[in-house]
Every structure is written in C-alpha cells, then in structure tokens.
C-alpha cells in the first residue's frame, strides 16, 4: 500500500485528507515541517503533500529539503494563503512551490476529485480505475 505523508498545521484539513486517501494509502500525518522533515527523514514514503504555509518551517523550505534529499519524491503543495490587499501585486506561491520542485499544486480548499487528480499525477500506478 502506498504510504502518503501529509504535512499541515491545520488538524481539519490533514484528517480530511487521511478520510479521502486511507482505503487506498497508508497515510502518516505530521502537524509541523519540522515533525515531517522527521518523519521524512525516518521513514519511506511514496508521497509526500504538504502546506506552504506553516509555523517555524514553511512548506517551501520544506519541498527544497525533500527534493534536495529525494529528488525523484512526488510532492504535492497546497496552500489556501491569500493576500487582501487591493492594488499590490501578490507573489503566487504555489508557482514559486513549482518551482521548487514541487510535482503538483492544490489551492485550499479543495475538492474530493481535485485530491484524487493530484494522487493520479503524482502516482499514475497507484490509482484504481
């Protein structure tokens, strides 16, 4: 079974992810970079889907060390940071995640088919069909 590591800060959405994925993924969930970058560098996983913005370690630091690491890793960024001021040009993060190396991107929220499209970019063997 694949095993999928979801790093986020927020509760709601790392056990709305593990709901969506656990029939098929062995999902490890982390609250913080820094317990995924444990996790990651403990443990083998098959993806990894992680939040750009977080407490202490953000996700684009995270996705550098990762694809420094593993470079072949399938990571999936996701972020739902908007900026609400009119007028002033916002960098688009999830492109800069891209960049990054990040294999796939998510804007937050998403829906049910949006997480199972990412999983099928990032894993075509993986999914069911």
Do not use: H, W
């Not at 889907?49 to 977080?54: E, G, H, N, Y």
């Not at 739902?80 to 960098?91: H, L, M, N, Q, Y």
């Not at 796939?104 to 088919?113: A, D, E």
């Amino acid at each position: 079974m694949p095993r999928v590591l979801v790093i986020d800060d927020d509760e709601s959405v790392r056990a709305a992810i593990a709901a969506l994925l656990q029939t098929d993924f062995e999902i490890v969930l982390a609250e913080n970079a820094r317990r995924g970058a444990e996790r990651f560098g403990a443990e083998k996983f098959d993806i990894v889907m992680v939040d750009i913005f977080m407490p202490d370690m953000n996700g684009l630091e995270t996705i550098k060390d990762f694809r420094r690491l593993v470079p072949d890793m399938p990571i999936v960024a996701m972020s739902g940071f908007r900026f609400r001021s009119a007028g002033v040009p916002t960098p688009d993060f999830l492109k800069i995640a891209a960049d990054l190396g990040a294999t796939y991107c998510l804007s937050k929220p998403f829906r049910p088919q949006q997480l199972a499209a990412a999983i099928a970019a990032c894993l075509p063997s993986a999914v069911q069909t």
